[in-house]
């Protein structure tokens, strides 16, 4: 079945830095959405992406559908301690619905 | 605060016990998933509910058994569960025709003994 490669599976940085993180597939995807989990809790969606090229911001966050619609990237900047969390990358293929392909998830932990 | 409830929110059966999750949706969407959460591995969708009808189950054992009786309720019967069925159970829904929106709730964390 399809893959996301969510990359990479941690990130330990101090409060302040920038994080980057992305997600690539052998397969085009027409839809990219960036969930954040905190521990105990569900996903929560920070961004949905719908066109290649599309480059979508939330606060300090910024996505990118990128252009090929085989991969998204994901920004965080000026990182704070509640960025904690475990960041995952989904994709849609359009079509039948509920079909979402998960990443495997960008641990996240944030030094004060 | 995601408007999808679930319950309980912890969860431990033997091999032989019956149990039944339940998720809740106060957001008005008319579509309804299942997720199984396991460590290391991708979210894994279990079941799809699209207007209270189940549109797709990805083979799924038998031994789990879902049940959407309306739009804004869906259940999971659990039943003769094995060690390895022990991860967090999330439920999501969303709205047509944005599907790839699923708003997710917190999850239930089985442990089958």
């Known amino acids: 079945g399809q893959q996301l490669n969510q990359s990479p599976q941690s990130m330990f940085i101090q409060e302040g830095e920038d994080v980057s993180m992305n997600c690539t597939s052998s397969s085009i995807f027409n839809t990219w959405l960036w969930y954040k989990q905190d521990p105990g809790e569900g996903p929560v969606l920070l961004i949905a992406?719908?066109?290649?090229?599309e480059l979508t911001s939330n606060g300090r966050l910024t996505a990118q559908f990128g252009i090929t619609r085989k991969d998204s990237f994901l920004n965080i900047s000026a990182s704070i301690p509640s960025d904690v969390g475990i960041y995952f990358c989904a994709g849609h293929r359009g079509g039948s619905q509920g079909n979402l392909i998960f990443g495997k998830g960008t641990k996240l932990s944030v030094k004060p | 605060e995601t408007g999808v409830t679930q319950t309980p929110r912890h969860l431990v059966m033997g091999m032989t016990n019956k149990k039944s999750l339940k998720c809740e949706q106060h957001?008005?969407?008319?579509?309804m998933y299942w997720y199984k959460q396991s460590a290391k591995k991708p979210l894994e969708l279990m079941f799809v509910?699209?207007?209270?009808?189940?549109?797709e189950n990805n083979s799924v054992p038998s031994r789990f058994s879902p049940e959407c009786p309306n739009s804004s309720h869906l259940f999971l019967h659990l039943h003769t569960l094995q060690p390895e069925d022990s991860a967090l159970y999330l439920c999501?829904?969303?709205?047509?025709?944005?599907?790839?929106?699923?708003?997710f709730g917190p999850g239930t964390r089985l442990t089958v003994l």
């Open positions: 992406l719908y066109k290649a090229g």
């Open positions: 999501a829904s969303s709205q047509e025709p944005v599907y790839n929106e699923q708003f």
């Open positions: 957001l008005g969407h008319n579509a």
């Open positions: 509910y699209s207007l209270e009808e189940r549109v």
